[in-house]
């Protein structure tokens, strides 16, 4: 008699645990992943929409064909996710770089950092230019107050990138 109940309430605890989990799978995909997608495609046309829960901080990789204004593409795309998912996610937008590119984004990665620690923004702005004119790349630098958006285009491909306005230190203090 203890047999069969023991064996009642394994197979009702295995189904109902498939269940739950089955019904989690569903709403993730279908009310989150999709919906999400959906809203995201009203600012930008997704190709692909990724969410790494599991990465620190989690984040949301989103591949576009080019986008024309990265810093408004940004913020409106961060404050859907921040609305669906929190506020712990931050938003990445997948590019097709080049080896070029990635190596002017690597030099002009000290001067934007250089710019956010000091402050001197115009001078960071004009600097970056005049990287990106020396390599023969089309150069797009904008911030907000939250963050300084990098978009290099060429012939091959194109960067995009998003770097935190604020300092990571304060230079003061030393």
Request: charged share 25%; net charge negative; aromatic share 12%.
């Amino acid at each position: 008699m203890n047999q069969i109940r023991f064996t009642t309430v394994a197979i009702a605890l295995v189904v109902t645990l498939f269940i739950l989990l089955g019904g989690y799978f569903l709403y993730d995909k279908y009310y989150i992943k999709n919906g999400l997608e959906e809203k995201i495609n009203q600012i930008v046309e997704t190709e692909e929409i990724k969410i790494a829960k599991q990465e620190n901080p989690p984040t949301v990789y989103i591949r576009s064909s080019e986008i024309k204004d990265l810093q408004t593409a940004h913020r409106k795309t961060a404050e859907i996710v921040y609305q669906s998912l929190g506020p712990e996610f931050r938003v990445v937008f997948l590019d097709e770089r080049t080896e070029k590119l990635s190596k002017l984004y690597e030099k002009c990665s000290f001067v934007i950092q250089e710019g956010i620690a000091t402050g001197r923004f115009q001078e960071m702005n004009v600097k970056v230019q005049e990287l990106a004119a020396e390599e023969g790349i089309q150069c797009h630098l904008t911030m907000d107050s939250f963050n300084v958006y990098l978009e290099l285009d060429d012939d091959k491909g194109y960067l995009y990138e998003a770097e935190p306005a604020l300092p990571l230190f304060n230079m003061s203090t030393f």
